[in-house]
């Protein structure tokens, strides 16, 4: 950790830990109610604790971002954040938001849209919030006069996500044009602006994990985000095949949408350039585990298994089935969580001067844990999904006796899933088991053998 400043970041990462183990409890209370009988059916049913699943998701990963970025930013800028006091409020500010957001829905208070179901009084704080920090962010890069390539992409992805939030402050009766509006934010942050936050982030862990050419590095950003919006923009149609919109959305969904994963191969050829050009040498191995990892299993997750079932010819057969939570998880686990989990690993070390430079055993059980459980689960929800779309929509069996039939695959989910949770805990508790030091520097461990790598660049600076 080069700037004290750099601190506050531990602390979102901290709240991002807690709330992602909580994330999983509520994911394996879902997916139990799949066995039935059900003995919180009254209290908390179904849809109670798959809303806080998904929306403690929401909550932990901007959480992460935001650490992330507090991270990030000093680093490049080399200069210290503008206000750790304002980066405290906001760290305050949005964890109340997000738990009271939970407590409501326990009580059925909430919108009922999907993934934004967040009240209007919790919208209005996270604005608040995302407003603290990109004045935060912006005035640190002005003071500083030195704005790189990948600070750029970062700033434009996370300004992006601030204004794409707006259409989920409104609100539509008819439930088509609700429908519409609710893609602007959920599918451009996921299929768009996201991308560039995770770009951004990925470049920086490269260049110094590798010490890969940051000219090399941040032209791949630059292709990533033309192909963003290339593809990503118009393949919002993807979700407009079967809500009441014209037909014609259907060809420009399905080419727009089948361009999408190039921008995922794109960070993965990012990755291996960086690893062929300039090896795997840096002491902190863990880290790279989780970079390189999340670049692949993005690929593997939104790329390949969300090209899938893009197509209107094949989603008319898998829309709103277990085939989409196959996707989603493989897809949101590869490309978000494991990013945060990546920028985490790193900066860890930095933070706390008692843990190795290359991770613990503990680190490395918890991510190959993660990988074999999130693979299984994908697998899970992809063969469930296949008897679903089959016995439901192929052979015309009623919902819940098509249930009846797949009930293997979810006993199948929550053995993959238990692996799983199982690494989230050994990383969360590898997290906390070694203290903090914010008072004295501790230098980046360099990357590869030699001294003179890039690591210090001179060019995108102003
Ligand atoms: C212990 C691990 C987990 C279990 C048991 C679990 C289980 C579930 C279940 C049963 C659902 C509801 C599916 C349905 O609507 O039928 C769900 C939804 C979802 N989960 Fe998880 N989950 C877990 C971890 C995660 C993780 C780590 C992520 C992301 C990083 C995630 C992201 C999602 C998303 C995005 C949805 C909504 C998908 C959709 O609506 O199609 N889950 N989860
Ligand atoms: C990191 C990137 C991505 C993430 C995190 C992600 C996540 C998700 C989630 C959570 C859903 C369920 C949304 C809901 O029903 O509310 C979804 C749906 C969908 N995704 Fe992705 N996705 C990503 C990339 C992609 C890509 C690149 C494609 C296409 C090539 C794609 C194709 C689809 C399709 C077609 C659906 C709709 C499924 C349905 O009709 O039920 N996704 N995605
Ligand atoms: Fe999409």
Redesign the pocket.
Known sequence: MRYKSQSVAYWYFAVAMVLFGL??VF??L??AK?LGPDPLLYILPFDVT?VI??NL?IVWVLCGFMGGTYWLIPDESRSELHSTKLAYIQLVLWTIMGVTAIIGYLFRYGTGN?LLEQPLPHKIVIVICMLIFLYNIGMTIRKSGRFTTTEGVLLLGLLSSAVLFLPALLHYENYTVSIYYRWWTIHLWVEGVWMMIMGAFLAYLLIRLSGADREVMEKWLYVIVGLVFIAGILGTAHHYYWVGVPAYWLPLGGFFSALEPAALVGMAMMAYGAIRRSGLAHPNALALHWTVGSALFAMFGAGLLGLAHTFPSINKWTHGT?I??MH??AA??GA??MIILAMISYALPQMCPSRPDKGTSLGYWAFWMQMAG?FG?TLSFATAGIGQVYLERVMGMGYLDAQLKIQVHFLM??AT?SL??TGVGLYIYDFFRFRPVFDQAVEPAAPGADPADNREPVRGSV
């Open positions: 994330q999983l994911g394996l879902s997916a799949y798959k699943h998904t998701l999907k277990l989409t939570a989603g998880h949101f686990y978000y969580a999130m689960m989910l929550i899933a799983f949770a």
